[in-house]
């Protein structure tokens, strides 16, 4: 028999992405609804072990639909990854009566939540809110299209400038471990080239291409490149294609934290008020330890071991697709 919840507790942890407010309003206003008390847990397991945990009514969420951030705030918290560090956040969380919880982040926030249910007696339910996009078992997470709107607008922006002046850009993007945002935003501004962590970058290839491009005179090139790539982020691609293309005018523009803010999506608000709402009603079902996903429009729970475990994947044919579209 599952035990019935009564107290929840809702946080945010690791990057922040646009759609987590969404995502918190979803899960207190849907908490209530069913009867239950739901806390805040601010800077996400940090504020779980200094008992900054802040008791959550529906008015509390008002008016954060649309904003980016997190009321919540966040934080990439070093010291659950210590037991020690659980066993003080686990007892914050029994003083307060909280006997369950709702945990909107990414990859690291989910393997927190992962040795956290192990040793104590809680379910955790993860929300995947990450604009890297990185997380097995969802087609979606918050934040992602955001981001990579963000980036589209920048990158267009910079192909004006580009063509007026023929020069080669190379644009990095966010994702230190997934290329997702590189991939959608490459695609959809027409890039030439796109490079990720999860494809080995062969830039004999990328540098015979330039230089056969310029042998044609078409001079204007875009190169998005994820931060991870595995050879090294835009300034370390500038250096060996400069090298290689001494008369070719190279300059790079790095996107950064621009990426992980503003105002979310339609598609973003919309995913974290689902996914909010399943949330709490996988607690009230007695789930635990999964995290709410979409895959193919349909709501998902997903053991957050097996979400931790495995690691998404881009196929050879997007590149084929890049290739093909861009010559
Ligand atoms: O949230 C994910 C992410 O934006 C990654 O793409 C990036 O590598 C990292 O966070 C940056 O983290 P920080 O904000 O700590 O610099």
Redesign the pocket.
Known sequence: MAKKVSRIGVLTS??DAPGMNAAIRAVVRTGIYHGLEVYGVMRGYQGMIEEDIVRMEGRSVANIIQRGGTILKTA?CKDFYEVEGRKKAYANLRKKGIDGLVIIG?DGSFRGAVAFSQEFDIPCIGIAG???KDIYGSDFTIGFDTAVNTAIQAIDKIRDTMDAHDRIFIIEV???DAGYIALHSGIATGAENILIPERKTNIKDIIESLQEKERRKKLVNLIVVA?GDDFGGAYEIQKILQENLPKAEIRVAILG?IQ?GGSPSAIDRLIASRMGYHAVECLMEGRHNVFVGILNNKMHYIPLEKAVKNKGNIGGEWMKIVKILAS
């Open positions: 690791g990057g990439r990414g990450t604009i890297d966010m994702g230190r931060e934290h992980r």
